[in-house]
């Protein structure tokens, strides 16, 4: 079953009872690993829509590092005062992820200069449209765009990444598409696995990150399959073996967690728990 960005985190109004609570102060050991722990925002979408700035201080309390904006959303707000808030706050903006629309034509200027006032070096697209992935042909003509993007990114310090959805990972004609892309890419286009889609997409994490160990500067860590209460550490993924690996790689500067299966819980308390397992497992 696959689930969308935005059919997911349908969470309720209880979301907001975690601000009224005291939180504790920044974990001591968020300092202490050697790669940093960010949350993709879009797990906690519903309480950034409220009130950004305050949710960014519940991420840090929390215990996260930085956050990365889901489609570089604004949440209503200037990317300065974005910025403030994420000074205010103590958060590094890690990443964010984009439609490639806005690294086109005359969206691409609009988007470097959002990401100069944010001080975020590292734009990530969640994949090419469907209609590239019909053939083996139209995926390789599409990733010749990738390549000049990233190439136009270079001259402002920016890194340009692809998130590998479920539809990256079946096969096409015979062959992955995640790993055509990569093939085809120039060496500067990172890839952004996300571990709860490779496992919808029924192939093996490791595997995929063994093959492309070099070309990684982020994970997404996220849980997919289990009961409706899974986090991470549970469900259908080889946590073990994807976090044996990340320690093992210097490239992978980020751990970013990520959730988009349906709880019962509020989103900043599944955004707790991620993080508090993921310190269990030694991270």
Known sequence: MSFSRRDLLKLGAGATAIWMTELRSPNAWADQSKKKIGLQLFSVRDVCEKDLA????SVRQIGYQGVEFADADHYGHEPEDMRKMLDQSGLICCGTHLLLSTLLDDAFQKTVEFHKALGCTNLTIHGLPAESLVSIATLVAAVKLLTEISDKLKPYGMHFGYH??????KRVEGQIPIEVV????????????????????????VALLKRFRDRSRSIHL???GGPQDAIIGG???NWKGVLEFCKATDGIEWYIVEHYQPS??????????NLESLRNMGV
């Open 54 to 57: 305050r949710a960014l201080q």
């Open 164 to 169: 590998a959805q479920a539809r990256d990972i």
């Open 182 to 205: 990569l093939a085809h890419a120039g060496p500067d286009v990172h890839l952004q696995l996300d571990t709860g889609h490779c496992a919808e997409g029924g192939a093996d994490p």
């Open 222 to 224: 996220a849980v997919f």
């Open 235 to 237: 469900g259908d993924v």
């Open 264 to 273: 019962r819980r509020t989103s900043l308390e599944v955004a707790k728990l």
